[in-house]
């Protein structure tokens, strides 16, 4: 695997559902970002991880619960979500977070649909 | 707090012509990344732009930057049919990495 990968690529869920994407980086980097994309809207930024630790975290509602274990691994779990929840999830990568060259790498998403 | 926009939003456009996509911005930043998306896929990174100044160039499309007027242009040359996606400028908000994107501008490249 090269890059970074997301799983499951789509995702349908109930309301009452629990359920966790996953993010994993192959490229070395120290930061991790997870952004939804709706429909018609721009990216949004929802947490932010440097070596570990979250350092941003954008006003995300609580059913929406961010994990690191280790710079190579980012989960999002899920739980209660509502039917505008259904989005793109998006998650990136990036060398250290601030860095002056720092390119955020982005994964191929996971499309999820709340029912 | 910072608003990042595009304009166009959408835009059609003819092989071989030559457009310019705009990114304003509301407030300092002296970072300012370029990215691209087709559709159903991810998004590309295409340009960072780090200075007043900043101009970058890949084949048919040439970024720059502008810290004073806090203003980005793409610039598309001769444009072909591959060029059709997505594009998005975004800001680096507190330089620590939380990128505020526009809204994207569709772009379709016609024959």
């Excluded at chain 1, 929406?64 to 039917?83: A, G, I, K, W, Y």
């Excluded at chain 2, 990114?23 to 990344?33: A, E, F, I, P, V």
Aim: aromatic share 10%; charged share 20%.
């Amino acid at each position: 695997e090269t890059g970074v990968t997301q799983t499951p690529r789509h995702l349908v869920m109930g309301m009452t559902n629990k359920k966790s994407l996953k993010c994993e980086q192959h490229l070395g980097h120290n930061a991790m970002y997870w952004y939804k994309q709706s429909a018609k809207k721009p990216l949004e930024l929802m947490f932010v991880y440097n070596f570990k630790e979250q350092t941003e975290n954008n006003s995300v509602p609580s059913r929406f619960s961010p994990e690191c274990p280790n710079s190579s691994h980012l989960f999002l779990h899920l739980h209660t979500l509502q039917p505008e929840d259904s989005a793109l999830y998006l998650c990136a990568s990036s060398q250290a977070g601030g860095g002056a060259t720092d390119t955020q790498y982005f994964g191929p998403g996971t499309r999820l649909t709340v029912l | 707090e910072l608003k990042v926009e595009q304009n166009p939003l959408f835009l059609s456009m003819q092989e071989g012509k030559n457009y310019t996509i705009y990114c304003n911005y509301s407030t300092t930043s002296d970072r300012l990344y370029w990215y691209r998306q087709d559709p159903g896929k991810s998004l590309e990174s295409l340009f960072v732009l780090l200075s007043n100044g900043a101009v970058k160039q890949e084949g048919r499309l040439m970024a720059s930057l502008d810290t004073k007027a806090r203003l980005s242009t793409l610039h598309i040359t001769a444009a072909v049919h591959d060029l059709s996606a997505t594009y998005f400028c975004a800001v680096d908000y507190n330089q620590g990495g939380k990128l505020i994107f526009g809204q994207g501008t569709e772009l379709s490249v016609k024959p």
